[in-house]
């Protein structure tokens, strides 16, 4: 089908289109861009229609398509305005919330902790506290990266259990809570 063939074509579906286009929008002004937009598509791909097969339902489904794909994409970026007075943890900027956990576990306690581990895992840990990532830590001490992170990890859960034992309780997620 040669470029002024299709352009006629479509020019005798247009009143079709745009009656469909008005369908999916609701709105007069939207249906003019889906026109416009699915005319654009419809010349820019014209190579892909094949001749003597249903113009009218080629170019609605490219219609349908584009419709579909804006309304997602509108639905995407939709955001959400919050007017509202302090009703949600969002807007609470009014209120304090406490927490209970630094009356719980000291400073002192933490440090007096760290201190009692032992030099294998206390030299890495707190290196890594300090912001050394573990590539560093590992060349600084020339060991294994491997090692470092197990070390690491093993001060850690030394930390977590001294933790536990001194506030007799099952876990460290009942010291937060």
Known sequence: ??????????????????????????????????????????????SMYQ???????WLMTIMRNTFINNYRQKKRRQTLNDNTDNNYFLNSGARTVHNLGESEVTLQEVTGLIASLEDWMKVPFLMHYQGFKYDEIAQELDIPLGTVKSRIFFARRKLQES???????????????
């Open 51 to 57: 001749p003597h097969t249903n113009l009218k339902a």
């Open 163 to 177: 933790l536990r034992v001194m506030y007799q309780s099952e876990s460290v997620a009942e010291l937060l809570n």
């Open 1 to 46: 089908m040669s470029k002024l063939e299709f352009t006629n074509a479509f020019s005798q579906m247009e009143a079709i289109l745009l009656s469909f286009a008005f369908h999916l929008t609701k709105n007069q002004d939207d249906a003019q861009d889906l026109l416009q937009e699915t005319a654009y598509k419809a010349f820019k791909y014209r």
